[in-house]
């Protein structure tokens, strides 16, 4: 079933008004602004104005029936329009383009599960097929259902009962499917909520839900005491095709063949308005480029908020698949900011020199590293490594083998002892308990994670704005060579890192 798609219809026309096309709003070149100074960027970025652009996108989604800001959706257009309003504010500085992307999303869902005859919270999973069912037997499998031999015979015309982890949504009920289930309901991992995420795009599986760690822990406790189990199921979602835009936003003067990049996703999961995840860094990177406004940089300087992330780095992967390889060459670094604002936070830097997970970038990605520790360091701030594989919208840029790095704050990983030692909080539940959920709004974000990373971005963008003194050179020696390891390294079925998020 689809949604009727009229309201998002007359919105992205409403979007697209703000430009005549799809090509970049030329505008006459500021001059006369001072060099930008480290410090005084740094000081400009106010929690006041964090928040309130925070608060002004929580608005937005709680303006329309779904309360989101899905990709496509009227929540996540008129976000959309609120950043370029808020960059066209600024005049002459940036050249904005809109840049358009269509594909299927997850307009819409429900679900609703049963076990002998308990009502039970349950949710479903972007992509999730519709189904129905009464009166069926659930049957676990073994370890986590990743591996063939996980999956007992038993399932066949039964609903599997999984755990989550280590391998993806996809793969699990792909397994289950093979053997005859019928159905699935995967059971979280963690204290935080019911099991959620998506399976990537359409498919042909069996439909699945989600459950909390809790209940599926108590149902595997009584089939394994000899209580048989029963369920029934009703899980559906309206799927359709919209169109979303990236905005990109390009200063005006600098080295336009030294780029510094920047990015965060725009967009929202169904279940709410997303604020922290993303709405943190896409007003962290708003506020850093409203503030640069006043400032000349010697090197060009590019922002860009990204849509489609949470159906698997759609946007990002568009943009960079449609770039002119002559034009990803003069990007020197990517910088992304996915979450940074987690309620259970850390401080996190991508590990853009391996040192922490043996998995490392392509030169320039361990400088960036090295540059977020000793602002943090300089700070007094405790911070911890981040795994660097890829999974947020950095991952095209790895694939294109340009130089990364980011910080965030954590999404469903597991807080440890230690990490409370170094930041405060609670172990043993998520960075963030509101991932993909309802209550991921204005009142949930831990203020000091957001303005300490926000304050960080700001001392990146004083820093390679200013010069690339120090920095390796891009590694091109032809304007279409790409990074040699980066297919097999950052494959764009790794989504989400440990503190990262959504697909297993």
């Known amino acids: 079933m689809k949604v009727p798609s009229s309201t998002v219809a007359f919105t992205a026309a409403s979007v697209l008004a703000l430009t005549s096309s799809a090509e970049p709003i030329k505008r006459t070149t500021k001059c006369g602004l001072p060099l930008v100074q480290d410090k005084a960027l740094v000081d400009s970025i106010l929690l006041e104005d964090l928040v309130g652009c925070a608060q002004d996108l929580e608005d937005m989604a709680y303006a329309t029936s779904r ?13 959309v329009k609120y950043f370029v ?28 599960l049963s076990i002998n005859g308990e009502t039970i919270e349950a949710g479903g999973f972007s992509f999730g097929n519709n189904g129905t069912w009464t009166d069926t037997p659930l049957v676990p499998v073994a370890n986590l259902g990743c591996n063939p031999e996980d999956i007992p015979d038993s399932v066949s015309g039964n609903i599997a009962l999984i755990a989550r982890g280590n391998c993806t949504f996809i793969s699990k009920i792909t397994l289950a499917g093979e053997k005859g289930a019928i159905g699935a309901i995967i059971y979280n991992n963690a204290e935080a909520g019911l099991a959620a995420g998506t399976l990537g795009g359409v498919n042909e599986e069996i439909p699945v839900g989600g459950i909390s760690r809790a209940d599926g822990l108590r149902f595997l406790e009584q089939i394994e005491s000899g209580s048989a189990l029963t369920s029934g199921g009703e899980f559906w979602q309206y799927i359709d095709n919209t169109t979303s835009y990236n905005v990109v936003a390009t200063s005006k003067h600098g080295d336009a063949n030294n780029v510094l990049f920047l990015g965060a996703h725009s967009d929202s999961v169904e279940a709410g308005p997303g604020i922290n995840d993303n709405g943190s860094g896409s ?37 960079v698949d449609i770039a002119a390889p002559s034009e990803l060459d003069k990007v020197r670094l990517y910088l992304n900011f996915d979450m940074i604002a987690s309620p259970n936070y850390v401080l996190g830097i991508y590990d853009g020199d391996g040192s922490s997970f043996n998995l490392s970038g392509p030169a320039g990605s361990a400088e960036a590293e090295k540059l977020f520790e000793a602002w943090y360091e300089s700070e007094g701030l405790p911070y911890v490594g981040s795994e660097f594989n890829g999974r947020s919208d950095y991952g095209p840029f790895l694939d294109a083998g340009i130089p990364c790095g980011g910080l965030d704050t954590g999404a469903d990983g597991i807080k440890t002892e230690e990490e409370v030692t170094m930041f405060g909080g609670t172990a043993g539940i998520w960075y963030d308990p509101n991932y993909h959920s309802a209550a991921d709004n204005v009142t949930n974000l831990d203020l000091e994670a957001f303005e300490a990373t926000s304050r960080g971005i700001a001392h990146a963008v004083a820093t390679w704005g200013k010069t690339w003194e120090g920095f390796p050179t891009r590694n091109v020696t032809s304007l279409t060579k790409r990074y040699s390891g980066a297919s097999k390294k950052y494959s764009s079925l790794m989504r989400k890192s440990r503190r990262g998020k959504k697909a297993y």
């Open 67 to 79: 309360r989101n800001r899905v990709h496509g959706t009227e929540g996540h257009l008129n976000s």
């Open 283 to 319: 007003c962290g990177l708003l506020t850093i480029a409203k503030a640069l406004a006043k400032w000349r940089t010697n090197n060009q300087v590019r922002f860009a908020w990204w849509t489609a992330e949470e159906e698997g780095l759609l946007g990002s992967e568009h943009y």
């Open 85 to 112: 309003e808020q960059l066209e504010s600024l005049g002459d500085y940036y050249d904005i383009e809109l840049q358009d992307y269509t594909t299927e999303v997850t307009i819409q869902s429900q679900a609703s």
